[in-house]
């Protein structure tokens, strides 16, 4: 099982990005709570958002921002994290797991890279 991030980019603070990830080869996604997890350089992976397995999200960064929203889709096996008013400071690589993650699962995440 390996997880599949994509919808990275390079962009300017302010912009958005909506980053994707395809579960497909964990069957029992659905039964699964899933998160999205960040690293920046230098520092440890940290979690983002966490959703359950009836799509209720909890924040653990920016959580009075507002400015993450995350999502999945149980039928097409797939996690989402919309991003917006993206800063200089959310440079990283996301991942995206189980929650809590379960280390066999990692990808190889998806990099976001957030420059004027």
């Known amino acids: 099982v390996q997880m599949v991030e994509s919808g990275g980019g390079l962009v300017r603070p302010g912009q958005s990005l909506r980053l994707s990830c395809d579960a497909s080869?964990?069957?029992?996604?659905?039964?699964?709570?899933m998160g999205w997890y960040r690293q920046a350089p230098g520092k440890q992976r940290v979690v983002v958002a966490t959703v359950t397995t009836g799509g209720v999200p909890t924040y653990w960064i920016d959580s009075e921002e507002g400015r993450f929203t995350i999502s999945r889709d149980n039928v097409k096996n797939a996690v989402y994290l919309q991003m917006n008013n993206l800063k200089r400071e959310d440079t990283a690589v996301y991942f995206c797991?189980?929650?809590?993650?379960?280390?066999?699962?990692w990808g190889q995440g998806t990099q976001v890279t957030v420059s004027s």
């Open positions: 797991n189980t929650s809590p993650p379960t280390p066999r699962y």
């Open positions: 080869s964990l069957t029992t996604f659905s039964e699964k709570a």
